[in-house]
């Protein structure tokens, strides 16, 4: 290798110097720009300048860190925003996209911030974030069973006011309270009542959107290709979406729960291994998951075993539920003091791990109970997995990087098989035994350990391949994971190299979510990691 001289060394110096203060100029000018055309915009810029945050504001990091659910992207090294604004009026939003496009800064909207790889509140390139945290406005309406929702309202206050209006009715979406409804509506959305009402995004019925050209668009005027695309296909290709009308769903006065736990040692592989066959065949009235996680024992030469937790919502009373049990599930051994008859609502408390008898209120606190570090990823099984490939899996538990590793389990059949895979974005419909969830959370921020456990999750997704669904190998939008593929950070990303992680999302709909990209936003002002690419750009 030719070792360059003092000179040259100095010279490439100076040329890295100009680089580095010509980029640090360039940001301070757009965000300085920004500011400006934003003064500009707003006839009236008082209206919203106390909702405009740049670095040198106080409240700055407080509003920046609120949301952010992984602290993966949290540490001082994660670009942050030129500047952050939490509208409180979708009038306000236009000027915002139009400054934005005006000086070529990226928008990431966030909701409430749940997104697994951060999207919705880092980018690689100068950003400004549209928080829609002051848009939790809910309004429902009981005579025609319906909602209409703001997206930075949560999932936890949206069941709360439901239940605050009707024992008799309830919302299929997720199971953590803290969830905003911008992501999870656009991404899906499944929680305990998917067996018998399908996704949250099954349930839209209308919606309002701000566009790349700042128009302010419900169902009817945004067209059923656009209103098809943002439930289930990611809003944020699409624009800025504000609020949902919902259908809200029956749900009897009375469910009930149960959650029981066996370990290696008390069958669980078998149960397991059995709960695969039948699942998805069950009443839909009746879901029941699994989770699993590593636990102490003291009964084992490592101290340590697998638990298979089997947690359950029965839309109906016990008495129906043992006999059904007994029929389809005896492995199990449920009796009636395992189970629990309670409102939906307090279903929803049991289900997130609040004591049952909590008050509904809880459901309102938009903190989540702990933020740690994460790395998540999904499957999809669609024959059972061999007891020997179940025993692999515990194997990789047992590994020190699984201490707070899960796999959480959600069974198919039902609802979710009826539905066609094209009537919106989310394919994975009949065919599906299960989704396979796994989660590993860490709590120090320490590059060389989260490498190790992201390392991980890595090799249990490579240990699964013989086990789940293959071309494609699908995978949950909403369980964002960037090891699928991503787009270029820059420029223009052919429709080849976006169908790499777009067709494990959204199998053939993907084809359909780029055509409605190329009419919607054509230059591709919308764009992250894995938004939808125009197809022009190729
Ligand atoms: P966030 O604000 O991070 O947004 C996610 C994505 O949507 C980003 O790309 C963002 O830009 C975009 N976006 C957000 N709001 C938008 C808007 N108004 N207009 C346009 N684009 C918008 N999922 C599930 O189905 N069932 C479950 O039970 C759970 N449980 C769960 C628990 C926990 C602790 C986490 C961290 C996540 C889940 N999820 C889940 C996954 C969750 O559904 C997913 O992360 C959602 O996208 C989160 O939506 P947020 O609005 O909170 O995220």
Redesign the pocket.
Known sequence: MKIPNISTLSFILLLLFISLSSRAASAADKHRDFLECLTQQFKNYSSISSNVYTPTNSSYSSVLRF?I??LRFASDSVPKPQVIITPEHESQIPPIIYCAKENGLQI?????????E????VSQVLFVI?D?IK?SEISVDIGEKTAWVE??A?IGSLYYRIAEKSGILGFP????P??????????????TLMRKYG??ADQVIDAK?IDVNGRILDRRSMGEDLFWA?RGG?????????AWKVQLVDVPKRVTVFRIGRTLEQNATQLFHRWQYIASELDKDLLIGITVSKVSSTQTRKNQTINVSFYSLFLGGIDRLLPMMRESFPELGLVREDCIETSWIQSVLFHFGFPIESPKEVLLNRT?RSVTY?K?KSNYVQKPIPVHGLQGIWRQFYEAEAAAAQL?I?PYGGRMAEISESAIPFPHRAGNLYKI?HLVFWAEEDAERSHRYISWSRRLYKYLTPFVSTCPRAA?????DLDLGVNNIVGNTSYAQASIWGKKYFNNNFDRLVRVKTIVDPDNF?R?E??IPPLHST
Not at 108 to 116: A, F, L, P, V
Not at 118 to 121: C, H, I, K, Q, R
Not at 173 to 176: D, L, N, P, R, S
Not at 476 to 480: K, T
Request: positive net charge; contains cysteine; hydrophobic residues 35%.
């Open positions: 949301s659910q992984n990431r909207t966030r909701s409430g911030g749940h997104d697994y951060g999207l919705s509140y549209i829609l848009f997206s930075g949560t979406a997720g199971v953590c803290t969830i905003g409804v911008g992501g999870h509506f656009s991404g899906g959305g499944y929680g996704l949250a959107i943002i990611g809003g944020a290709s699409f624009g800025v979406i504000v989540q994460l998540g959480i959600a969830q949950y939008l909403n369980y964002r919308f992250n894995q938004s």
